[in-house]
């Protein structure tokens, strides 16, 4: 998702201005690599922290970027869906506040809601 959005950016300035504008994008480049290179290690802390069970590192990676609904390519789920199936409820909760979507199905039709309900006893 990260790496697209860069490819979007640089594709817009380049085509916003000619050759100038293909001369700001070149430049441009590295910022995006950056951020991009940030935001790849900020979700790596959140899975971590998550894994820990440590919401105040979970606030720290959020602070620094972490997207609380990126899929990783590895098939694994998002943030919010491992919080709910590892039983951690001050995360799922920090994590919706910061904006995970909270009904979002991975095609197998279980929400993190649904998730939550098939592990109550009973």
């Known amino acids: 998702m990260v790496k697209r959005l860069v490819v979007d950016e640089v594709a817009r300035l380049s ?3 000619g050759a100038d504008g293909r ?3 070149l430049e441009e480049c590295p910022r995006l690599a950056a951020e ?3 935001a790849r290690e900020a979700l790596a802390d959140l899975r971590a922290a998550l894994g820990r069970a ?3 590192a979970v606030e720290v ?3 620094a970027g972490a997207d609380v609904n990126a899929l990783p390519p590895t098939g694994l ?3 919010l869906h491992l919080a709910i199936e590892h ?3 001050e995360i799922a909760r920090r994590l919706i506040a910061a904006g995970a979507m909270v009904n979002r199905d991975l095609g197998r039709g279980w ?3 649904l998730t939550s309900r098939a592990m109550l006893p009973g």
């Open 87 to 89: 039983q951690r409820v």
């Open 111 to 113: 929400t993190p809601p």
């Open 23 to 25: 001369a700001d994008a």
């Open 54 to 56: 440590d919401p105040p």
């Open 36 to 38: 991009t290179q940030r």
């Open 15 to 17: 085509s916003a201005g």
């Open 61 to 63: 990676a959020i602070a």
């Open 77 to 79: 789920q998002p943030p």
